[in-house]
C-alpha cells in the first residue's frame, strides 16, 4: 500500500553568468598615467566582481567589489610606476550567488613617455586679418596630433576648455587662424601622441593685427591758436 505522497519541492536552476564587458580602455590602446576602467559587472544576484591586471609573474587587484555596476567605473589602474613599454592585461572576472562566472579582458601597453615638442614654428600675416602658423613634427612615431595655443587658450576653441583635449587636435602641421581683430597674438603648439601624453610646449611666435585707420593728432599748434600772420 502506498504513502502519501510528499509535498512537493521546488529546485530553480540557474547557470546563467553574470554580464560583464570593459568598455574602456579598449583592446591594444595605449594607456598613461591613472586610466579609468569602465564596463559593466552585472547580475541580480551577484556575488563580487574582481578587476585584476596581469603582466607575466606580476598579478595587481585592482579592485573587488559586491555592487553591481550596469555601466560605469568599475576600477582605477595607474601606471605611473610601471615599466616603460610594458604590456599588460586588464581582466574583469564577476561571480554571482549560484557560482555562474564570467570574465573579460583587455591587453594594453605602457607609454608614459612624452612627445619632443614640435619644431620650426612660424606665423604669419597672410591676410588683413589672417594669421597662418606652422610648425614640424617632432621624430616620435605614435603622434596623434597637436593643440595649437592662441595667448595661452586654443585657436580653434571658441572659449575656455574644460574636458577633454583631444576633440580639438590638429592633423596637419598648418593652421590658418581667420577674423583676428586688431592687436599681437602670440602662438604655441604641442604634440600629443596615443596614449595622450603631451610635449612641452615649441618655441613662441607672434604676429600683430593692424586693419584699422592709422591714428593721427596734430600736436601743435593747439586748437583754437590765433595767428598775427601767415
Known amino acids: 500500500q502506498e504513502s502519501e505522497p510528499s509535498n512537493p519541492a521546488e529546485i530553480t536552476v540557474d547557470r546563467t553568468p553574470p554580464e560583464v564587458r570593459i568598455f574602456s580602455p579598449q583592446d591594444g590602446a595605449t594607456v598613461s598615467g591613472v586610466v579609468e576602467i569602465r564596463g559593466t559587472a552585472f547580475a541580480v544576484d551577484l556575488f563580487e566582481y574582481r578587476v585584476i591586471a596581469e603582466s607575466g609573474p606580476q598579478s595587481l587587484e585592482l579592485r573587488r567589489s559586491p555592487l553591481p555596476v550596469q555601466v560605469g567605473e568599475l576600477a582605477s589602474f595607474d601606471t605611473t610606476t610601471l615599466a616603460e613599454g610594458s604590456s599588460w592585461t586588464l581582466r574583469l572576472v564577476a561571480e554571482d550567488t549560484r557560482g555562474n562566472e564570467a570574465s573579460a579582458e583587455v591587453a594594453v601597453p605602457v607609454d608614459n613617455q612624452a612627445p619632443a615638442a614640435p619644431t620650426g614654428r612660424n606665423a604669419q600675416l597672410t591676410g588683413a586679418d589672417e594669421a597662418t602658423v606652422s610648425w614640424q613634427a617632432p621624430?616620435?612615431?605614435?603622434?596623434?596630433?597637436?593643440?595649437?595655443?592662441?595667448?595661452?587658450?586654443?585657436?580653434?576653441?571658441?572659449?575656455?576648455?574644460?574636458?577633454?583635449?583631444?576633440?580639438?587636435?590638429?592633423?596637419?602641421?598648418?593652421?590658418?587662424?581667420?577674423?583676428?581683430?586688431?592687436?599681437?597674438?602670440?602662438?604655441?603648439?604641442?604634440?600629443?601622441?596615443?596614449?595622450?601624453?603631451?610635449?612641452?610646449?615649441?618655441?613662441?611666435?607672434?604676429?600683430?593685427?593692424?586693419?584699422?585707420?592709422?591714428?593721427?593728432?596734430?600736436?601743435?599748434?593747439?586748437?583754437?591758436?590765433?595767428?598775427?600772420?601767415?
Open 139 to 230: 621624430a616620435d612615431a605614435d603622434l596623434r596630433g597637436y593643440l595649437l595655443y592662441r595667448d595661452g587658450r586654443l585657436a580653434n576653441a571658441d572659449g575656455p576648455v574644460i574636458g577633454p583635449l583631444e576633440p580639438f587636435l590638429l592633423e596637419a602641421m598648418t593652421y590658418v587662424d581667420a577674423e583676428l581683430p586688431d592687436g599681437t597674438f602670440t602662438y604655441e603648439v604641442y604634440a600629443m601622441d596615443e596614449a595622450g601624453n603631451l610635449s612641452a610646449p615649441s618655441n613662441r611666435d607672434s604676429v600683430t593685427v593692424e586693419t584699422g585707420p592709422p591714428s593721427v593728432e596734430i600736436v601743435t599748434p593747439e586748437n583754437g591758436r590765433r595767428f598775427d600772420q601767415p
